[in-house]
Nanobody, 121 residues
């Protein structure tokens, strides 16, 4: 019954912005996060946020450029991506969990289908 639906991916020029959304249904979760997977690379942690926003964590390479937020009334998590770089090109996945660790893909319980982000130079 749990479903995660990502949206907002697309093609932008370097320096541009995108806002990803992930709408969850079925229940609410303590932690909502974003991962990404580029061609030839492993899926990697991007950002995560706790229920009240007290826990916020970013991968170093996106810190200062990306902002994660959530709207619990809508059961939705967002990723505002500014100053995008070609190396940000990847499929971005929304994931949710109820545990305390959040850096590994295996920490998460449910996954969305992914939304493609492509950054051109």
């Amino acid at each position: 019954q749990v479903q995660l639906v990502e949206s907002g991916g697309g093609l932008v020029q370097a320096g541009g912005s995108l806002r990803l959304s992930c709408a969850a249904s079925g229940r609410t979760f303590n932690v909502m996060g974003w991962f990404r997977q580029a061609p030839g690379k492993e899926r990697e942690f991007v950002a995560a946020i706790g229920w009240s926003g007290g826990l916020i964590s970013y991968q170093d390479s996106v810190k200062g450029r990306f902002t994660i937020s959530r709207d619990n009334a809508k059961n939705t998590v967002y990723l505002q991506m500014n100053n995008l770089k070609p190396e940000d090109t990847a499929v971005y996945y929304c994931a949710v969990k109820t545990g305390t660790s959040y850096l590994r893909p295996s920490d998460y319980d449910y996954w969305g289908q992914g939304t493609q982000v492509t950054v051109s130079s």
